[in-house]
Nanobody
Framework: QVQLVESGGGLVQAGGSLRLSCAAS????????MGWYRQAPEKQRELVAV???????NYADSVKGRFTISVNNAKNTMYLQMNSLKPEDTAVYYC???????????????WGQGTQVTVSS
C-alpha cells in the first residue's frame, strides 16, 4: 500500500526557517503531482505549493518568495523549504500526492498524516 509520511515540523520563532519532508512509499508506478496543504485551527485547508511531474511549481500568493517546493526523485521525497516564517504560517501541514500504483490504471490522491508547524511571534 501507498503511504505518505511528513516530517520536519516544529516550533520556530518568526523569521526562522524549517524544512518539511514528505516521503512516499509503496508500489508507486508514477507520480503526477505532489503538493503541500496547510490547515490552521478553525480555518479551511489551503494549498501552499504544488510540483507537477517533478518540474513545474506553483505557490500560494502568501508564501511566494519565502517557500520553495522540490522533489528528490530517487527517494520519492518532496520537500518544502520555508524561510522568513511568520506567525500566520502556523498550521498543520499535509502532504498530498496524485499517483498511480502498479496495480491500478488510474491516478488517485493520497494524504499524509500532517506535521505541525508553529511560529511564535
Amino acid at each position: 500500500q501507498v503511504q505518505l509520511v511528513e516530517s520536519g515540523g516544529g516550533l520556530v520563532q518568526a523569521g526562522g526557517s524549517l524544512r518539511l519532508s514528505c516521503a512516499a512509499s509503496g508500489s508507486i508506478a508514477s507520480i503526477n503531482y505532489m503538493g503541500w496543504y496547510r490547515q490552521a485551527p478553525e480555518k479551511q485547508r489551503e494549498l501552499v505549493a504544488v510540483i507537477t511531474n517533478g518540474i513545474t511549481t506553483n505557490y500560494a500568493d502568501s508564501v511566494k518568495g519565502r517557500f520553495t517546493i522540490s522533489v528528490n526523485n530517487a527517494k520519492n521525497t518532496m520537500y518544502l523549504q520555508m524561510n522568513s516564517l511568520k506567525p500566520e504560517d502556523t498550521a498543520v501541514y499535509y502532504c498530498n500526492a496524485r499517483l498511480r500504483t502498479y496495480s491500478s490504471s488510474s491516478y488517485s490522491d493520497y494524504w499524509g498524516q500532517g506535521t505541525q508547524v508553529t511560529v511564535s511571534s
